[in-house]
C-alpha cells in the first residue's frame, strides 16, 4: 500500500489532435471551411469579421494553413468517394475554368475543375492546370468499364478511342437545346428551330414522367423505346432534311446547332438503349454551380499546387447536398473523428455512409 501512495499519479494522454500544438478545434475549423466554400466567403473576409465582431486576431496565412489541414484529414474520405464513384455504370463528367497564381508570370493562369457525377449519388471534383484528354486518362482508374456522359468537347472522343470498347460516350441534349435555342432567339431561320424545340419538349416530357414516377433503369428504357425513339426518329430525318437544304451557312447559329447535333448523333441516341443515362448531363452541370458563385467572390486559387485542396472540400460538400445532408454538422463530426480512426474506418464515414447511419439511428429511435 506503501508503494501505491509513493507512486506518480498516472495521467491520461491527450486526445488526437488536427493540428498538433494548434488551437483550432473542429468547430472552428468547420466554421472556417463553410464560410469559404459554402458561403463563398475568401479567408481576408474571414479575417475581417473574426476581428471586427469577436476581436480575436485571426491571420488568414494561419486560417489558410488549417483550410489545407482539413483537406488533408478528409482527402482519405476523398479517395474512398472516388473508388465507390467509378464502380457505377454510368458517370457524368464535365469541366470548369478556374484562375490560379503562378508564381512569376506576373498574372493568373487558367486552370481547371473537372466534375465527376453519378445520378443520385456522389460528386467529385478534380484539379488539373489543363483540359486535355490526359487529364482524364490519371482521374479515370484504368479498371474502370461504363458509359462517360459529356458535352461535345474532342478531349472526350479522344480519351474514348484510347480506352477502346471499355469506354462508351452518351451525349448531352442539353448542350443541343441550347444551340438551337441561340438560333431561335437571334431569328436565323426561327421556325425551323423552333420546331427542333418543340420535339425536345416532348422528349423532356417524357423524361418528367419517369422522374416523377421514380421509374428505374428498366423502366426507363422500355418507355424511351416506346415513346421517345419515334420522336428522334423525326427528328434526325429533319436534320439531316435541313442541312441538305443548303439554306443553312455552316458558321449561322442554325448551321452550327444542326452540325453540333448531327456530329453526335450516336452518343446523342445512347440514352435510348440504357436505362441508367441521363437525357442530359444538366445534374453535372448543377453541381458545378456553387463553384462558379465561389469564383466571383474569390476570384483565383492560391497557387497550381492549392487546386487539390479546394477540388477535396467540394467534393465533400456538393456529395453532402446531394443527399440532403447539412455540410456543417457532416465536417464537425467526421472531423471530430478522423484524428481517433484507421484507415479501414474510412468506409463508414463517406457522405453516403453517414447519411444511411443518420436514417438508421431515426429507425432506432422511432
Same mark, same amino acid.
Given at each position: 500500500?506503501?508503494?501505491?501512495?509513493?507512486?506518480?499519479?498516472?495521467?491520461?494522454?491527450?486526445?488526437?489532435?488536427?493540428?498538433?500544438?494548434?488551437?483550432?478545434?473542429?468547430?472552428?475549423?468547420?466554421?472556417?471551411?463553410?464560410?469559404?466554400?459554402?458561403?463563398?466567403?475568401?479567408?481576408?473576409?474571414?479575417?475581417?469579421?473574426?476581428?471586427?465582431?469577436?476581436?480575436?486576431?485571426?491571420?488568414?496565412?494561419?486560417?489558410?494553413?488549417?483550410?489545407?489541414?482539413?483537406?488533408?484529414?478528409?482527402?482519405?474520405?476523398?479517395?474512398?468517394?472516388?473508388?465507390?464513384?467509378?464502380?457505377?455504370?454510368?458517370?457524368?463528367?464535365?469541366?470548369?475554368?478556374?484562375?490560379?497564381?503562378?508564381?512569376?508570370?506576373?498574372?493568373?493562369?487558367?486552370?481547371?475543375?473537372?466534375?465527376?457525377?453519378?445520378?443520385?449519388?456522389?460528386?467529385?471534383?478534380?484539379?488539373?492546370?489543363?483540359?486535355?484528354?490526359?487529364?482524364?486518362?490519371?482521374?479515370?482508374?484504368?479498371?474502370?468499364?461504363?458509359?462517360?456522359?459529356?458535352?461535345?468537347?474532342?478531349?472526350?472522343?479522344?480519351?474514348?478511342?484510347?480506352?477502346?470498347?471499355?469506354?462508351?460516350?452518351?451525349?448531352?441534349?442539353?448542350?443541343?437545346?441550347?444551340?438551337?435555342?441561340?438560333?431561335?432567339?437571334?431569328?436565323?431561320?426561327?421556325?425551323?428551330?423552333?420546331?427542333?424545340?418543340?420535339?425536345?419538349?416532348?422528349?423532356?416530357?417524357?423524361?418528367?414522367?419517369?422522374?416523377?414516377?421514380?421509374?428505374?433503369?428498366?423502366?426507363?428504357?422500355?418507355?424511351?423505346?416506346?415513346?421517345?425513339?419515334?420522336?428522334?426518329?423525326?427528328?434526325?430525318?429533319?436534320?439531316?432534311?435541313?442541312?441538305?437544304?443548303?439554306?443553312?451557312?455552316?458558321?449561322?447559329?442554325?448551321? %452550327?446547332? +444542326? &452540325?453540333?447535333?448531327?456530329?453526335?448523333?450516336?452518343? #446523342?441516341?445512347?440514352?435510348?438503349?440504357?436505362?441508367?443515362? @441521363? !437525357?442530359?448531363?444538366?445534374?453535372?452541370?448543377?453541381?458545378?454551380?456553387?463553384?462558379?458563385?465561389?469564383?466571383?467572390?474569390?476570384?483565383?486559387?492560391?497557387?497550381?499546387?492549392?487546386?487539390?485542396?479546394?477540388?477535396?472540400?467540394?467534393?465533400?460538400?456538393?456529395?453532402?447536398?446531394? %443527399?440532403? +445532408? &447539412?455540410?456543417?454538422?457532416?465536417?464537425?463530426?467526421? #472531423?471530430?473523428?478522423?484524428?481517433?480512426?484507421?484507415?479501414? @474506418? !474510412?468506409?463508414?464515414?463517406?457522405?453516403?455512409?453517414?447519411?444511411?447511419?443518420?436514417?438508421?439511428?431515426?429507425?432506432?429511435?422511432?
Amino acid at each position: 500500500r506503501r508503494a501505491d501512495r509513493d507512486a506518480p499519479p498516472v495521467i491520461a494522454g491527450l486526445p488526437p489532435k488536427l493540428i498538433e500544438c494548434g488551437i483550432a478545434t473542429p468547430g472552428l475549423l468547420t466554421e472556417i471551411v463553410i464560410g469559404k466554400y459554402c458561403d463563398h466567403m475568401p479567408l481576408y473576409r474571414q479575417e475581417k469579421i473574426f476581428a471586427q465582431r469577436h476581436g480575436v486576431g485571426l491571420p488568414r496565412q494561419t486560417m489558410c494553413r488549417w483550410v489545407e489541414a482539413a483537406a488533408d484529414w478528409l482527402n482519405p474520405i476523398y479517395r474512398q468517394m472516388r473508388d465507390e464513384m467509378f464502380t457505377a455504370g454510368c458517370v457524368g463528367v464535365d469541366e470548369t475554368p478556374v484562375k490560379f497564381l503562378a508564381p512569376g508570370s506576373g498574372k493568373a493562369q487558367q486552370g481547371y475543375l473537372w466534375t465527376y457525377k453519378v445520378a443520385g449519388g456522389d460528386t467529385l471534383f478534380d484539379w488539373h492546370d489543363g483540359r486535355t484528354h490526359r487529364c482524364l486518362e490519371s482521374m479515370i482508374p484504368e479498371n474502370f468499364r461504363g458509359v462517360l456522359q459529356c458535352d461535345g468537347f474532342g478531349a472526350y472522343r479522344t480519351y474514348a478511342r484510347k480506352r477502346g470498347d471499355d469506354i462508351e460516350l452518351a451525349g448531352c441534349w442539353a448542350h443541343a437545346r441550347r444551340k438551337f435555342y441561340d438560333a431561335l432567339e437571334a431569328g436565323d431561320h426561327g421556325q425551323r428551330a423552333a420546331w427542333v424545340l418543340r420535339q425536345l419538349q416532348l422528349l423532356y416530357r417524357i423524361e418528367g414522367e419517369l422522374r416523377d414516377s421514380r421509374a428505374g433503369p428498366r423502366r426507363r428504357q422500355a418507355k424511351r423505346s416506346a415513346a421517345s425513339r419515334m420522336i428522334l426518329d423525326r427528328l434526325w430525318r429533319a436534320l439531316y432534311r435541313f442541312k441538305n437544304s443548303g439554306k443553312h451557312l455552316p458558321k449561322s447559329l442554325m448551321g %452550327r446547332a +444542326i &452540325d453540333y447535333t448531327l456530329n453526335q448523333r450516336a452518343e #446523342l441516341g445512347v440514352f435510348l438503349e440504357n436505362g441508367k443515362v @441521363e !437525357i442530359d448531363n444538366n445534374p453535372v452541370e448543377n453541381a458545378i454551380r456553387p463553384t462558379a458563385i465561389g469564383k466571383k467572390n474569390w476570384l483565383f486559387i492560391g497557387s497550381k499546387e492549392a487546386g487539390w485542396r479546394s477540388a477535396v472540400i467540394y467534393s465533400i460538400i456538393e456529395s453532402c447536398r446531394s %443527399r440532403g +445532408i &447539412d455540410p456543417h454538422a457532416y465536417l464537425k463530426d467526421v #472531423l471530430t473523428r478522423l484524428p481517433a480512426m484507421t484507415n479501414w @474506418e !474510412i468506409a463508414g464515414i463517406t457522405p453516403k455512409a453517414w447519411a444511411e447511419s443518420k436514417v438508421e439511428q431515426l429507425r432506432e429511435v422511432s
